[in-house]
């Protein structure tokens, strides 16, 4: 693994030495140590030649700017990051393969694409689960699930239908609007300042706060977030009269979707649609 390849063990005595030099602990060292010995040279010493005294302020300024750099250096590398939510036990059973239901809805692309997706989601992003659903472009048709895998409900029931039959969170995503420029991660956009035409993504950084979340019971009940990401139709009869999909992302950690993350998941679900 990545991790026991880069272990102290594996690392060579000379690449230990330049980790130690070039780290953000020792950067911050000497940068205040040579500042603080310039301001007692400056503060002990009392030069009474003007030349001497002259060239010593250039070298002093010289030496502040050096202290300095290396001391901001030190600071630009310290991981500063906002406090980070607790992580909690998802609730339900951890199916480690895709898991199909509704096999009346017949879904109408690759299922070997469909799983590659969804078990790639949850390998390389925040998400314990990943879920497929489809709806029949018709008012009266539900949303329903057709695959998932991760930390799945117990209660298997709750993985193939919805408690409730209005979904105004999932149905947004139904929407065609070019005005609004991309998805949003708790009110923030992530996707840029380029408009575009589609539907859009829609992040839920803080599920449990959410009185909507009745919506997402087929992720495990005391999910901390949800990722929505639409597959966008593959043609315009799709889109018109055909079956729409979309991929619901859970978290365990509240707010753990970096933008970069939102960015990549959507891309991957797009791949839905362009997989003929």
């Not at 880069?6 to 953000?24: E, G, W, Y």
């Not at 059973?93 to 692309?109: C, S």
């Not at 139709?233 to 009269?241: F, I, L, Y």
Request: proline share 5%; aromatic share 6%.
């Amino acid at each position: 693994s990545n991790s026991s390849k880069n272990s102290p063990a594996n690392i060579s005595t000379i690449d230990s030495i330049l980790l130690n030099l070039t780290s953000d602990r020792t950067s911050l060292l000497l940068g205040m140590v040579g500042i603080v010995i310039l301001l007692l040279n400056r503060i002990i010493s009392f030069p009474e030649d003007a030349a001497y005294e002259a060239s010593r302020s250039r070298i002093d300024l010289l030496g502040v700017f050096a202290a300095g750099s290396v001391l901001l250096n030190g600071i630009t590398k310290l991981d500063v990051e906002s406090v980070t939510a607790e992580q909690v036990a998802l609730e339900g059973v951890n199916e480690g393969r895709v898991v199909w239901y509704n096999g009346d809805f017949e879904y109408d692309g690759n299922r070997a694409t469909v799983e590659w997706t969804l078990s790639s989601l949850i390998k390389c992003s925040p998400a314990r689960t990943a879920v497929l659903l489809g709806k029949h472009q018709k008012e009266s048709e539900r949303w329903v699930p057709l695959a998932m895998t991760g930390i799945l409900p117990s209660d298997t029931s709750l993985r193939t239908s919805l408690r409730t039959d209005s979904t105004p969170i999932l149905d947004r995503m139904l929407r065609d609007d070019g005005s609004i420029k991309g998805g949003t991660v708790g009110g923030t956009e992530v996707i840029g300042s380029q408009k575009r035409k589609g539907p859009n993504e829609s992040y839920l950084p803080t599920l449990q706060a959410l009185p909507g979340k009745i919506e997402f019971s087929y992720l495990p009940s005391n999910a901390q977030e949800a990722l929505l990401l639409p597959v966008p139709p593959s043609s315009s009869t799709d889109e018109v009269d055909g079956c729409r999909y979309a991929i619901v992302l859970g978290g365990d950690t509240a707010k753990s979707f970096a933008p970069r993350d939102i960015s990549w998941c959507k891309e991957i679900a797009s791949w839905l649609s362009s997989e003929d």
